[in-house]
């Protein structure tokens, strides 16, 4: 099984970047993914979790300028980040979470926001 996130980068400030994560290797994904960042110096944080089709959780810094959405596939997630900020420069990871508790982790991909 495998999460492989894509779509970090380097960005000003304002701007917007999309992040998408592909699960592999079983037949069902997991009915909850999302997203996860740690901060330099911080404690990973939840971004963003969709159970199935739904949005599930926003965090509140991240609220009405994050969007996460699914593909038809279900195997498939985004994050599409908008008016961007120096402090959600981290690293970001895909996470997804079955329905016994069981956790995926992505391997992370880094976002940097310029000021």
């Known amino acids: 099984v495998q999460l492989q996130a894509c779509g970090g980068g380097l960005v000003q400030a304002g701007g917007s970047l999309t992040l998408s994560c592909e699960f592999s290797g079983a037949i069902y994904s997991p009915p909850i993914m999302g997203w996860h960042r740690q901060a330099p110096g911080k404690q990973r944080e939840l971004v963003a979790l969709?159970?199935?089709?739904?949005?599930?959780d926003y965090n509140d810094a991240v609220s009405g300028r994050f969007t996460i959405s699914r593909d038809g596939t279900k195997k498939t997630i985004y994050l599409h980040m908008s008016s961007l900020r120096p402090e959600d420069t981290a690293v970001y990871f895909c996470y997804g979470r079955t329905q016994t508790g069981f956790e995926y982790w992505g391997q992370g991909t880094v976002v940097t926001v310029s000021s």
């Open positions: 969709i159970n199935r089709g739904v949005p599930k």
